[in-house]
Every structure is written in C-alpha cells, then in structure tokens.
Nanobody, 115 residues
Framework: QVQLVESGGGLVHPGESLRLSCAAS????????VRWYRQAPGNQREWVAS???????IYTESVKGRFTISRDNTKNTVDLQMNSLKLEDTAVYYC?????????WGQGTQVTVSS
C-alpha cells in the first residue's frame, strides 16, 4: 500500500521559514518524479515545485528564489524548504507522486503565514 505522509506545517510570520517533509512508503520512490502542490481556501490546487528522479528541479514563478525542493532517495523523502514566506503562501501543502499507473497524494499539511 502506497502512503505519502507530509509533516512540518505550522503558523509563521511573514519573512520566516518552514521546512516541509513528505515520507513515502510502499513505492519505489527513487525512480519517480515528485511534486509539491498547495491549495489555499477557495482556490484550486496549484502546482508549486517538481523534482525529477535525476534531481532536476522546476518551480512555479511565485516561489522561485524562496522555495527549494529536495529529495533523499535513501530515506524515501522529499522536502520543501520555504524561506521568506509571504501571506499568500498560506495553504495546505500536498506532496504528489505519479507512477506509471497511478497518482498518489499525501493528506496535506497546513501552512499559515500571518502577521
């Protein structure tokens, strides 16, 4: 059974940092690209960042230079380091893995940026 479990969310002030982590189990994690998405209240879920199995990265424009995605294939984890957080980064953050046959989502972790 495939499971993705996010952690690390919380309440921070603008300009502060958080590090999210997603732990995968039941999947050959290292061979698949991984993504982070987020969903703010009233909004559609939006893609945030991706990392290929070979380590290539790409980010949505609004987080470039502030967020960094990384993975540890020995631990089956993917992290999202979020710096210089803004009010508009408030959302539930989800990790996502697309295999050759199925899509898998974590349960999400809440990030709230508030002054």
């Amino acid at each position: 059974q495939v499971q993705l479990v996010e952690s690390g969310g919380g309440l921070v002030h603008p300009g502060e940092s958080l590090r999210l982590s997603c732990a995968a189990s039941g999947i050959e994690f290292s061979i698949y690209p991984v993504r982070w998405y987020r969903q703010a209240p009233g909004n559609q879920r939006e893609w945030v960042a991706s990392m290929t199995s070979m380590g290539g990265t790409i980010y949505t424009e609004s987080v470039k230079g502030r967020f960094t995605i990384s993975r540890d294939n020995t631990k089956n984890t993917v992290d999202l380091q979020m710096n210089s957080l803004k009010l508009e980064d408030t959302a539930v953050y989800y990790c996502f893995v697309k295999t050759f046959g199925d899509d898998y989502w974590g349960q999400g972790t809440q990030v709230t940026v508030s002054s």
